[in-house]
């Protein structure tokens, strides 16, 4: 009886020595679990900067040949680009469609700020409001009355009818796509894309110039931005989809429309092989960016 009352008191004594370092591992793998370290995504092999680009045999605008190089197995990057409020990435892309040429842009982003945020615009960035911009937006959350996808060509709003309004620190996929017989705005959620079709954008004027993450008309983005790419064709809603279905490592399709790729893996490079690398300002890239990407 003894022995079994010192063994018993042995173990009452471990446990009050121990306990809170008990209690300590079992809070810090709480968070770790919730910040998302032991999903299969934050697990995941990553891609490296500049592990995958499009290879021009004839040299930058040429449109023969063209092949993906590198590891191109829609890999999650490694980095994402992060946006403070006061950041932006301009790249200068001299066949940057204008007026009603046809135009695709897709980007995955998320944001943490009020709406009232630009992902990208380009046209007249002297902007004067309706009637005399000639500037291109798309952005969220400024005229469509909630947090739905938008663009705003020369004041012509289109939202694009995700089923709610997007979240905060939630990753989505969105696309536009604009041509002589008007616009559509795509939204990714749950793995399927929702758009909506508006007016003709025909007195965007070009200046050949591409801003992420800012608008002369003060909608700026906190939030995360990665894989733009700009096509100077009107991808189809099936190309959208397979894009989309890609996920945020996806690699670009439809090579020979291809004028621009930013990956943000950790540099504002083009990738497309035009090189037109983009002016990061005020940009940082993090690896801890899984915890609200969910692939389509």
């Given at each position: 009886?003894r022995?079994?009352?010192?063994?018993?008191?042995?173990?009452?004594?471990?446990?009050?020595?121990?306990?809170?370092?008990?209690?300590?591992?079992?809070?810090?793998?709480?968070?770790?679990?919730?910040?998302?370290?032991?999903?299969?995504?934050?697990?995941?092999?990553?891609?490296?900067?500049?592990?995958?680009?499009?290879?021009r045999?004839?040299?930058?605008?040429?449109?023969?040949?063209?092949?993906?190089?590198?590891?191109?197995?829609?890999?999650?990057?490694?980095?994402?680009?992060?946006?403070?409020?006061?950041?932006?990435?301009?790249?200068?892309?001299p066949?940057?469609?204008?007026?009603?040429?046809?135009?695709?842009?897709t980007?995955?982003?998320?944001?943490?700020?009020?709406?009232?945020?630009?992902?990208?615009?380009?046209?007249?960035?002297?902007?004067?409001?309706?009637?005399?911009?000639?500037?291109y937006?798309?952005?969220?959350?400024?005229?469509?009355?909630?947090?739905?996808?938008?663009?705003?060509?020369?004041?012509?709003?289109?939202?694009?009818?995700?089923?709610?309004?997007?979240?905060?620190?939630?990753?989505?996929?969105?696309?536009?796509?604009s041509?002589?017989?008007?616009?559509t705005?795509?939204?990714g959620?749950?793995?399927?894309?929702?758009?909506?079709?508006?007016?003709?954008?025909?007195?965007?004027?070009?200046?050949?110039?591409?801003?992420?993450?800012?608008?002369?008309?003060?909608?700026?983005?906190?939030?995360?931005?990665?894989?733009?790419?700009?096509?100077?064709?009107?991808?189809?809603?099936?190309?959208?989809?397979?894009?989309?279905?890609?996920?945020?490592?996806?690699?670009?399709?439809?090579l020979?429309?291809?004028?621009?790729?930013?990956?943000?893996?950790?540099?504002?490079?083009?990738?497309?092989?035009?090189?037109?690398?983009?002016?990061?300002?005020?940009?940082?890239?993090?690896?801890?960016?899984?915890?609200?990407?969910?692939?389509?």
């Amino acid at each position: 009886m003894r022995l079994k009352n010192r063994k018993m008191q042995s173990a009452m004594e471990y446990l009050a020595t121990y306990s809170w370092a008990i209690l300590f591992i079992v809070v810090a793998l709480g968070v770790m679990y919730y910040l998302g370290f032991f999903s299969s995504q934050a697990s995941s092999i990553r891609a490296q900067p500049g592990s995958c680009s499009v290879y021009r045999p004839n040299g930058a605008g040429s449109t023969s040949y063209l092949t993906l190089a590198g590891s191109c197995g829609n890999q999650l990057p490694q980095y994402v680009a992060l946006f403070n409020g006061n950041s932006h990435i301009l790249a200068s892309i001299p066949y940057l469609p204008s007026g009603s040429e046809p135009v695709t842009v897709t980007v995955w982003f998320y944001y943490e700020n009020t709406p009232n945020i630009m992902l990208l615009s380009y046209g007249n960035t002297s902007y004067h409001g309706c009637g005399d911009g000639n500037y291109y937006s798309f952005r969220i959350g400024v005229d469509c009355g909630s947090t739905y996808i938008e663009s705003d060509p020369w004041c012509s709003q289109t939202c694009a009818p995700t089923p709610a309004p997007l979240a905060k620190g939630t990753w989505y996929f969105a696309a536009l796509i604009s041509n002589s017989t008007g616009q559509t705005i795509y939204g990714g959620v749950d793995g399927k894309l929702y758009g909506k079709t508006g007016g003709v954008p025909s007195n965007i004027l070009s200046t050949g110039q591409l801003v992420i993450g800012m608008g002369s008309d003060g909608s700026n983005l906190v939030g995360g931005v990665s894989n733009v790419q700009v096509y100077n064709a009107t991808l189809t809603e099936s190309e959208l989809q397979s894009l989309y279905s890609e996920g945020i490592g996806g690699a670009p399709i439809n090579l020979q429309n291809l004028i621009a790729w930013y990956p943000l893996n950790g540099d504002a490079n083009d990738y497309s092989g035009n090189q037109q690398n983009g002016a990061p300002f005020n940009i940082t890239y993090s690896s801890a960016w899984t915890s609200g990407y969910n692939a389509p």
